[in-house]
């Protein structure tokens, strides 16, 4: 049973448009989001979170929305960058579950590519 | 500084045998944990350390596996009578426990690549 999913495997977005990746969960006990970045034959970087009691956190070029509704969170990158090209992975963490609340639970990845 | 390394960064071995892998987490950092990613899939939790706590092995997929990590600094993740499932990117990563929770970010080394013919 997946309980974060990003169900779109690959995203096309023009240079200087804007980037929005989704990600959905399932677990109501999640109450911290992050999204990781990953390049080939690297390991994801940290890029963004976002705590459950905000619906938005901006960090540059970067913002995370957070509809707790209906369990859906979002990734908006803008303007996109060829540099951004990369796997992008959504996380959540359950902060109160007690033992296992530092466990990271990722959807698959989404793989968005900037084109120049 | 120097982030997260991992040893080696790719390991094929035939069905059956062992195999180790190695994490060196950043300097300081007490929590460690190890995932892997198996091909399509998001990263799975397998292990977690923290300090001189028990480790969380909740995530480790069978009793062929096994991680030990010495002195609170580097970890070794033991794979004991591979099997082709066990194909997977293996990832480490580490953080300051300041919460002991999600919410502390975890550094990711650049994993293992491991090939099980």
């Known amino acids: 049973d997946q309980q974060v999913k990003q169900n779109s495997p690959s995203l096309s977005v023009q240079e200087g448009r804007i980037s929005i990746l989704n990600c959905d969960y399932t677990?109501?006990?999640?109450?911290?989001f992050l999204w990781y970045k990953k390049y080939p034959a690297e390991g994801p970087t940290f890029l963004i979170s976002?705590?459950?009691?905000?619906d938005k956190n901006e960090d540059g070029r970067f913002t995370v929305f957070l509809n707790k509704s209906a369990k859906h969170l979002s990734l908006h990158i803008v303007p996109s960058q060829p540099g951004d090209s990369a796997v992008y992975f959504c996380?959540?963490?359950?902060?109160?579950?007690?033992?296992?609340?530092?466990?990271?639970?990722f959807g698959k990845g989404t793989k968005l590519s900037v084109i120049p | 500084g120097a982030g997260v390394s991992q040893s080696p960064s790719n390991k094929v071995t035939e069905k059956g045998k062992d195999v180790e892998l190695r994490c060196d987490p950043i300097s300081g950092h007490t929590a460690l944990y190890w995932y892997r990613q198996s091909l399509g899939q998001g990263l799975e939790f397998l292990i977690y350390f923290q300090g001189n706590s028990a480790p969380d092995k909740s995530g480790l997929p069978s009793d062929r596996f096994s991680a030990e990590r010495t002195g609170g600094s580097v970890s070794t993740l033991t794979i004991q009578r591979t099997q082709q499932e066990d194909s997977a990117v293996y990832l480490c990563a580490s953080s300051l426990a300041i919460t002991g929770r999600g919410t502390d970010t975890q550094y990711f080394g650049p994993g293992t690549r491991l090939t099980v013919l």
């Open positions: 996380a959540a963490s359950a902060r109160y579950s007690g033992a296992g609340s530092y466990q990271l639970t």
């Open positions: 677990n109501s006990m999640f109450d911290y």
């Open positions: 976002i705590s459950s009691i905000k």
